[in-house]
C-alpha cells in the first residue's frame, strides 16, 4: 500500500512538474500516452486476464446487484449533473462516468490484501474482472460516445464511435472466444507486469493534464475542488457503495471485498475516454486526483490502526 501510494504521489509531482518546466509539449505528450495505452496496452491486458477467467456460480449474486448499483450511481449522477447543476453534454458524462468507473485494480486489490488479507484476494479479482472491466469497456465507452464532443453529432457516428475507439472491448470479446491455449503463461505475466506499468504513466499524465488545465483557467495547484467535482467524488465514493449495501442487505451476505473494491476512487481510464470522446477533460482528471488522494490517505490510516 505503501508503495502504490509513493508511486502515485511521484507520478503526479512529475507530471505537474515537467508540464510547468516543459509547458505545452508534455500536455501533448501526456495526451498521447493515454490513447497509446488505449490502443495497444489496454487490449493486450483485456485479452491475456480475461481468457484465462473461471466463471463460477459463488460470485453470481453479487455481480448482478453490482451491476444494478452502479446503474443507479449512473442514473442519478447524469439527473443531478444535467438538471440540478445544468452542465452541458460533455460534463455531464464527465460526472457520469467519474462515478461510475472505479480504480478496482490499480488500488482494490493491494488495498484488499493490505485490509483484508490474502484469502479475499480471489473475491476481489472477480469483482475487478466481472464489473470493473465490463463497465469500463461497455458503459464508460458508451457515456463517452454518447456526451463526448469528439463523438459525432448523429447517432450512427457516436455507434461508429463507440465501436471504432474501443479496441478493449473487441479484445475482451476475442479471449471470451479463444481457447486457453492462445493465452501462454508468458505472456500472461507479461500482461499482468503492464498493469503494473500502466499506474506510474497513467498518473504522470493525470498531473500533466491537470497542471495544464489549472494554468488554462489560471487556478492553482492542486486544482479546487468545485461543486462539479465535489459531486461527482461523492457519487464515486460515498453513492455507489451504499447503493451496494443497500440492494444486497435482504438479498446476500455481501463479500467485504465487493464492499471495498466499491468504494474505490475514480479510476484512471475515465480520463483516457474523456480525452478520446471529448469529455470535460479537466473535471475527470480532478475528480480522479481527489478521490484517489481520499482514498490512499483512508488505506494508509487503515492499514497503521490495523
Known amino acids: 500500500m505503501i508503495a502504490v501510494a509513493a508511486t502515485i504521489a511521484v507520478s503526479v509531482g512529475v507530471g505537474v512538474g515537467l508540464e510547468r518546466r516543459l509547458g505545452p509539449r508534455v500536455n501533448r505528450t501526456a495526451r498521447m500516452l493515454l490513447t497509446t495505452m488505449l490502443f495497444t496496452v489496454l487490449p493486450f491486458v483485456t485479452f491475456f486476464n480475461i481468457v484465462r477467467l473461471r466463471l463460477t456460480a459463488d460470485v453470481g449474486g453479487g455481480i448482478v446487484i453490482a451491476y444494478a448499483a452502479l446503474a443507479l450511481t449512473a442514473l442519478a449522477a447524469w439527473v443531478v449533473a444535467r438538471r440540478g447543476l445544468r452542465l452541458g453534454r460533455a460534463r455531464t458524462g464527465a460526472v457520469v462516468n467519474a462515478a461510475i468507473l472505479a480504480n478496482t485494480g490499480y488500488l482494490g486489490l493491494p488495498l484488499t490484501v493490505a485490509l483484508l488479507g490474502g484469502d479475499r484476494l480471489g473475491e476481489a479479482v472477480a469483482y475487478d474482472s466481472l464489473v470493473g472491466g465490463p463497465v469500463l469497456l461497455v458503459a464508460g465507452f458508451a457515456v463517452g460516445a454518447g456526451f463526448g464532443e469528439r463523438a459525432g453529432a448523429?447517432?450512427?457516428?457516436?455507434?461508429?464511435?463507440?465501436?471504432?475507439?474501443?479496441?478493449?472491448?473487441?479484445?475482451?470479446?476475442?479471449?471470451?472466444?479463444?481457447?486457453?491455449?492462445?493465452?501462454?503463461?508468458?505472456?500472461?505475466?507479461?500482461?499482468?507486469?503492464?498493469?503494473?506499468?500502466?499506474?506510474?504513466?497513467?498518473?504522470?499524465?493525470?498531473?500533466?493534464?491537470?497542471?495544464?488545465?489549472?494554468?488554462?483557467?489560471?487556478?492553482?495547484?492542486?486544482?479546487?475542488?468545485t461543486p462539479v467535482v465535489g459531486?461527482?467524488?461523492?457519487?464515486?465514493?460515498?453513492?455507489?457503495?451504499?447503493?451496494?449495501?443497500?440492494?444486497?442487505?435482504?438479498?446476500?451476505?455481501?463479500?467485504?471485498?465487493?464492499?471495498?473494491?466499491?468504494?474505490?476512487?475514480?479510476?484512471?481510464?475515465?480520463?483516457?475516454?474523456?480525452?478520446?470522446?471529448?469529455?470535460?477533460?479537466?473535471?475527470?482528471?480532478a475528480a480522479v486526483a481527489w478521490s484517489t488522494a481520499i482514498v490512499v490517505a483512508a488505506g494508509l490510516l487503515a492499514v497503521a490502526v490495523l
Open 154 to 225: 448523429r447517432r450512427r457516428d457516436r455507434l461508429r464511435a463507440f465501436l471504432s475507439r474501443n479496441p478493449p472491448l473487441i479484445a475482451a470479446i476475442a479471449a471470451l472466444l479463444a481457447p486457453d491455449a492462445a493465452a501462454p503463461d508468458a505472456l500472461v505475466h507479461a500482461s499482468r507486469t503492464l498493469v503494473l506499468a500502466m499506474l506510474p504513466i497513467g498518473f504522470l499524465a493525470v498531473g500533466a493534464i491537470l497542471s495544464a488545465e489549472a494554468e488554462a483557467d489560471k487556478l492553482g495547484w492542486p486544482p479546487p475542488i
Open 231 to 285: 459531486f461527482a467524488i461523492a457519487a464515486r465514493l460515498l453513492l455507489a457503495p451504499a447503493l451496494l449495501v443497500a440492494l444486497s442487505a435482504p438479498l446476500i451476505h455481501l463479500p467485504a471485498p465487493y464492499l471495498l473494491l466499491a468504494a474505490m476512487p475514480c479510476g484512471i481510464n475515465s480520463v483516457t475516454v474523456a480525452h478520446v470522446y471529448g469529455l470535460d477533460l479537466g473535471t475527470s482528471a
